[in-house]
């Protein structure tokens, strides 16, 4: 199994519709995770962080983290085509000592 | 742009080469990563080092090295270079604690032929 899982993709919604993206990982002792996203050619840009189970809001970005189920998920309202990127899940752990990331989904909004 | 900057920006080396890579991250940001990122792939962790000493280390072989400066500076070294090591090798650096996220540099582009 590996350590943070996402679905590759690329998972196509159209524009102004709510793309709801994925992650599941393995370590128990994870503590904080995190999404960043990434355009083609560029470098990783953190979006959003969250560290307690439940919702955490930014602007349109909604992060949702279930500890018992080690899953974590990214909510994107009123999706707009520059929101096409590919979206990685990272998870870092006390336990590893290890900041770990997953292989991304890409996300294609439709105008 | 992110305060952190890697040079060169893109690179070609021969299989058997070795290679530096440099990233000067921002003031007061003590710890820094390096990853490596094969196309369509999601970044692998190679090594981490905080206040100039490795503190964590990934799946790479011991031919990948680094070191860190005290002057918010660091190196990734690759040795005897093989066709497979051909990524986009990012530096990313954070303040002490890495768990509030890194901020990364745009990337070096290793091209091994």
């Known amino acids: 199994q590996k350590e943070v899982e996402q679905n590759s993709g690329p998972l196509s919604v159209p524009e102004g519709a709510i793309a709801s993206l994925n992650c599941t990982y393995s370590?128990?002792?994870?503590?904080?995770f995190f999404w960043y996203r990434q355009y083609s050619g560029k470098s990783p840009e953190l979006i959003m962080s969250i560290y307690s189970n439940g919702d955490k809001e930014d602007g349109r970005f909604t992060a949702q983290l279930n500890k018992a189920s080690q899953y974590v998920s990214l909510l994107i309202r009123d999706s707009q085509p520059s929101d096409s990127a590919t979206y990685l899940c990272a998870v870092w752990s006390s336990g590893t000592y290890k900041y770990i990331f997953g292989t991304g989904t890409r996300l294609k909004v439709l105008a | 742009e992110t305060g952190v900057t890697q040079s060169p920006t893109h690179l070609i080396k021969t299989r058997g080469q070795q290679v530096t890579l440099r990233c000067s991250s921002q003031s007061g940001h003590n710890t820094v990563s390096w990853y490596q990122q094969a196309l369509g792939q999601g970044p692998q962790f190679i090594f981490q080092?905080?206040?100039?000493?490795?503190?964590g280390r990934g799946n790479f072989p011991p031919r990948f090295s680094g070191l860190q400066f005290p002057n918010y500076s660091s190196e990734l070294n690759v040795n005897a270079l093989e066709l497979d090591d051909s990524a986009l090798y990012l530096c990313?650096?954070?303040?002490?604690?890495?768990?509030?996220?890194?901020?990364f540099g745009s990337g070096t582009r290793l091209t091994v032929v």
């Open positions: 080092y905080y206040r100039e000493e490795e503190n």
């Open positions: 990313a650096s954070s303040v002490d604690r890495e768990e509030y996220g890194y901020t």
């Open positions: 370590d128990r002792v994870s503590q904080s």
